[in-house]
């Protein structure tokens, strides 16, 4: 008596050895078929089972044969014709597969957006002639079959989407003969534009049809238009809680129109790529994920693998060869300078310094928007010069811009023209043991960060902090 399964172990088995019926899904879209040959699943199941142990083979073979499958419920018709049978298995079983392959997602032709399309349609009118009562069967079943209507398209876009956003590499492998055949160029250009124009014609263009809320079709509404309309008709009969439900869904279906967009950008520009281009885009879409496997290598639990092992990948390339030989920009040895990790540590001392007297920091008067106060300038420069007069200073180049970094964000109120201000009274009496140096060039500062617009600019004279032992020739 042969070893029976049932439908849940045959289905664990589909999934812990998946690639047989990927094969088979992926012929069944090459030949744009709705079953699959028996001679093909046998053929794929010897094949792949004879690299697995012999328990692990035996187990493959007999839950994968066609009776089980069929007695198991997970081929729904055998269809005998031409001389050979054919398997048509459950359509949730083959989705389910397609949702765990990205590259088996189908795309999206007019006709199928159509059909969905009318079948919204059809709700809609269903439901203008609805009671709209929980106690109707009638109206509980329109309820279920519009939810599932709505969230098998969003499902199907979304898939569609994630299949789009994978072109970049289709596109890459498409056109690899144009680097390896230059000769056979034109032929394969006329090849190569068929398949991208009707990829882009089939299942591109449709989509971002079907997912534009300013589409206007001859035959009646658009997608949006019927869904709003069966909002309008829920809300006005008192079930808002679907309303609420088909308005989110809505939002969901238009946010998907803007990444196809993308994605139909992206072919367009490919379409006006020259063959030196598609040379350029292969090879560059090549070595990356080259280089990506030469990371992916590294990084492990092993310490010991810390640099790409790139000699053989260098070797492979003729580009990189001789590279080591080429002039290449010198670089700030800031790791042996000295006096630049001595600058950096006086900077961070000074910061911290200020840091500790946070609680004597003064606040400065706000300014009025209207007028101008000459007292409360004055008060305002007073008040700064006697923080400045207090604070620790170092030899600098640009004194301007090293108070500038310290007084901002630091003091409340502070400004830029007060700095100006006080520091003409600091060159008049400049700190002890120091002399500030005014030169005749002029600095522009940005006092905020970058990204924030529009930026606002500041002139000023540079002027530098030396100690006053030196002598200074200008």
Known sequence: MSKRFSTLDTTRLLFEHPRILFRLIERMDRFEARYVREADLISEVMDYSKALARADRERVRLALSTDNLFRTGLVIDIIKADGERRLVFQDALINLMRACNASLYQELTDARLRGHLVTLRDV????????????????????????????????????????????????????????????????????????????????????LVFLNPDTRLPDGTNLFETLEAMVRLLEQNGDHSLADQLFRSSISLNALYKPIQVVAQEVEHFLRKTRRGMVQYNAMEHFFGKLRELKGETETLSMRRKWLEGSNFARGTGFLMGLRAQSRPKHYAFGGSPSYYQLLFSELDLRLADLKRSAEVPVLQELEGGSRDARVDV????????????????????????????????????????????????????????????????????????????????????????????????
């Open 124 to 207: 809609r009118d269903r439901l203008e002639t609805s009671s709209f009562s929980p106690s109707d069967p009638d109206f509980t079943e329109l309820r279920d079959d519009l939810n599932e209507r709505v969230s098998q398209l969003i499902g199907l876009l979304r898939q569609n989407v994630l299949r789009m956003q994978t072109i970049s590499a289709q596109l890459a492998e498409m056109s690899g003969d144009a680097s390896r055949v230059p000769e056979k160029y034109l032929e394969f250009r006329q090849n190569l534009f068929e398949q991208i124009v009707t990829l882009y014609d089939r299942h591109i263009k449709p989509t």
């Open 379 to 474: 008060q305002r420069i007073n008040q700064l010069y006697q923080w400045l007069e207090s604070l620790e200073l170092r030899p600098t180049h640009d004194l301007v811009r090293e108070l500038h970094g310290r007084l901002d964000g630091f003091i409340e109120g502070y400004r830029f023209p007060d700095l100006l201000a006080a520091l003409n009274r600091l060159v008049n009496t400049p700190p002890q043991g120091f002399h500030v140096v005014t030169t005749n060039r002029f600095r522009t500062l940005a006092p905020v960060e970058a990204g924030d617009t529009p930026p606002e600019q500041f002139v000023y004279r540079k002027r530098r902090l030396e100690p006053s032992t030196e002598t200074i020739h200008d």
